[in-house]
Nanobody, 124 residues
Framework: QVRLVESGGGLVQAGGSLRLSCAAS????????MGWFRQAPGKVREFVAT????????DYADSVKGRFTISKDNAKNTVYLQMNSLKPEDTAVYYC?????????????????WGPGTRVTVSS
């Protein structure tokens, strides 16, 4: 079982940047893909980004393409989410997850673990 802990959330003005980190433990980090989801107040949790076990393949939600970048450091057992040009609609709790699976319809689900989440608030 993988244990995940996010950090790096906070309050930022619109147009600003934040970098989220997710530290993993409990399994060989390079064996599995990782991803980020988010849940805004009153809304369902939604997919944000994913990265393959090797780090060679990434995918993003349309709403964050060109602004967010996911990366993975296998030596540090850490996955990152660099968020630039933040908008108020990016306000949410961001969750790190392991072992994502992509369904034929393009939707992602998590078959591994979830972190407890880190809150991001973007002010206008």
């Amino acid at each position: 079982q993988v244990r995940l802990v996010e950090s790096g959330g906070g309050l930022v003005q619109a147009g600003g940047s934040l970098r989220l980190s997710c530290a993993a433990s409990g399994r060989t980090f390079s064996d599995y893909g990782m991803g980020w989801f988010r849940q805004a107040p009153g809304k369902v949790r939604e997919f944000v980004a994913t990265i393959s076990w090797s780090g060679g393949s990434t995918d993003y939600a349309d709403s964050v393409k060109g602004r967010f970048t996911i990366s993975k450091d296998n030596a540090k057992n850490t996955v990152y989410l660099q968020m630039n040009s933040l908008k108020p609609e990016d306000t949410a709790v961001y969750y790190c997850a392991s072992d994502l699976r992509r369904a034929p319809n393009g939707r992602y689900s998590v078959t591994g673990s979830w972190g407890p989440g880190t809150r991001v608030t973007v002010s206008s």
